[in-house]
């Protein structure tokens, strides 16, 4: 059980309590349950979320499914530990790619949430596994963005699409679909769009977004959230789930002191995977997405 030794340092007299006993009440599980409540809103997870979560936690614990060779202490556990890594996506996902090349994925999120990034990294990744990824700079709103993903491509040392500076402002759709048939013409095997951020969720962008996702047809949308943005994490997600959808979603800044509370709200509302685990500002900074591990963080 992965989560028991953080689990029991965080509820040590309820669950000491616990094991002296032959089977749970009522009491227990309540204080138990309390227990649990407070360790999620200290990780930040979203209150709707940690009722929920609570609430399932109680009613499996209150149930018959009596596991024989646990004692209620560890029953208990067990039971938290399985609700929460099958929120969190239960087995790690692994990036969808396309029976015929190349695979499109597209990049979206709020601006700063580590998307420009992200897509260095991602480019890192796939070359590193044999791929020819070349990114495409959709993000025509701000003027260094396009300058932004070329600096991060070259760190990566990956091929970039972007509009040639002078050429009009551009239409980020039509960019985006002209990247994915310079790839195929040019053989690379993954596109990576990085689209627009925004400061907050703006209709306008977020129609953008889906126009491109509409013209390219992306094997993957992933969505980048800021694993620091606490409370606001339900809000987004659902706003870029709405607004684009997506198909999984990349937690980014968990370098940072963040318990990862974003990460179990992002999941629980959306129903969509975490693939990907951002932890710096260096191009090697990122790794699968461990939802067990992602469980005891969160409760330690
Ligand atoms: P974008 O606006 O979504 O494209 O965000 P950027 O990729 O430009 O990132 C915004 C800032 O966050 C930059 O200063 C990045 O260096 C930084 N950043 C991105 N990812 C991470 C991460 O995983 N950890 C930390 N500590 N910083 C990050």
Redesign the pocket.
Known sequence: MATFGTLSDRLTETLRNLRTKGKLTAADVDGTVREIRRALLDADVALPVVKEFTAKVRERALGDEVNRALNPAQQVVQIVNDELVGILGGQQRRLQMAKTAPTVIMLA??????????AGKLAKMLEKDGHTPLLVAC?LQRPN?VN?LQV?AERAGAAVYAPEPGNGIGDPVRVARDGVEVARRQQHDVVII?TA?RLGVDAELMKQASDIRRATDPDEVLF?IDAMIGQDAVNTAKAFQDGVDFTGVVL?????DARGGAALSVASVTGRPIIFA????GLE??EPFHPDRMASRILD
């Open positions: 999120g709020l601006q700063g949430s580590g998307k420009t990034t992200f993000d963005a932004q991060v990085d951020g980048v980014s800044k968990l370098d940072g951002s932890t710096g500002e900074d990122v």
